[in-house]
């Protein structure tokens, strides 16, 4: 492993390694130790470096890719701009299909980054042709020698976080983790983290965070799809309206639901209390962590780990905004508890 005083050939050997940084405020009202994997620490600003440079690697070493090919994904914004940095570095052509709930700051970072960007609408069902999914397997048809990415249904996606993030929060902890903490979208940090800790501690409880709106909790409980559990919601990156094979169910010991809005106050106050500036699903997870705590979840000696998967930056028009805050009336909340983290 590289350490950061040294010369590195370019940015993609920095991707990785990301620090555990002990939360000293935000949850100190609970029994435990609370641990933030922040991978805003990657390159590209998230966990998505992490898929993106492994998923291009594997398909390079199978002879799928050469320099020149175009690499398509489906995006909500951190897996593209991972997708085209690496594709800057290793000389591909990088093509999205994004959904439109993406921020614009998000969408304009893509462009910046040389990606070709389709915008597609959000709340239409994934067999729709004008989702993201279709526009994305469309134009894997028609671009020839492309490589679809997929990551929703990518196994190596899962490996990504297995062979990376797992190892390195168990040799953070000394082997010490007790609870894990994460977000699940596509649900590949997850599983892919859970499975390898769970191989050296299968004690370790993991839990699942997931949006009001997802079919993953209720999918995780019952096995079922529920079309029913299906409604918008506004934060980019976690839960679903499919079940994605690169979440791995039977790692997962429960989910947790957190709302929008105590989701953004919560980003906030990492913000506020910690001086991290973590995105919106970093807010979700420590959401899920205020209501495990207030639930008795933890106990004095745990050892609590939660990702942190991107950047605050990437929300400057959304949460970290007032005036969209203002407008989605998260500031005059008749949520109690929501009105109660307001007073940072
Ligand atoms: N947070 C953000 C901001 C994301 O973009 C994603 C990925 N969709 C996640 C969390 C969830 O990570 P994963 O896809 O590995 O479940």
């Known amino acids: ?148 990415i997929n990551q929703y249904f990518n196994e190596l996606n899962i490996d990504a976080h297995y062979k990376s993030t797992g190892p390195e929060i168990w040799k953070q902890t000394e082997g010490k983790i007790t609870h894990l903490v994460a977000c699940s979208g596509t649900g590949g940090t997850i599983s892919g983290t859970a499975r390898y800790l769970k191989e050296q501690n299968p004690k370790i409880k993991v839990i699942g965070v997931d949006a009001f709106g997802s079919v993953i909790k209720k999918y995780h409980e019952t096995r079922e799809f529920d079309e029913k559990e299906i409604y918008p919601y506004r934060i980019e990156g976690l839960g679903k309206n499919l079940i994605p094979s690169a979440t791995d169910f039977d790692v997962v010991d429960e989910f947790v639901k957190v709302t929008d809005e105590e989701s953004a106050h919560t980003a906030r106050l990492i913000a506020k209390s910690e001086g991290l500036f973590v995105g919106y699903t970093s807010g979700a997870a420590m959401q899920a962590i205020m209501q495990l705590g207030e639930g008795g979840e933890f106990k004095e000696g745990d050892n609590i780990v939660i990702i942190f998967p991107d950047h605050g930056s990437r929300y400057m028009s959304k949460v970290y905004s007032d005036k969209w805050m203002t407008e989605q009336g998260f500031f005059d909340s008749k949520n109690e508890a929501a009105a109660q983290r307001i007073q940072y």
């Open 1 to 148: 492993m590289k350490h950061r005083n040294q010369v590195f050939d370019n940015v993609l050997d920095l991707v990785g390694n990301t620090p555990l940084i002990k939360l000293n405020k935000i949850a100190s009202k609970f029994k435990g130790n609370f641990y933030a994997k922040v991978e805003s620490f990657n390159p590209g600003h998230s966990s998505k470096d992490r898929i993106a440079l492994y998923i291009i690697e594997q398909a390079e070493k199978k002879g799928i890719l050469t320099p020149g090919d175009t690499i398509i994904e489906t995006t909500s914004g951190n897996t593209g701009f991972s997708i085209a940095m690496v594709s800057i570095i290793k000389g591909y052509d990088c093509v999205l299909a994004v959904s439109s709930k993406s921020s614009a700051d998000k969408i304009d970072m893509l462009k910046t980054m040389g990606a070709k960007v389709y915008v597609c609408p959000a709340h239409v069902s994934a067999d729709d042709p004008r989702s993201y999914y279709q526009v994305a397997k469309r134009l894997h048809e028609e671009i020839k020698g492309s490589v679809y």
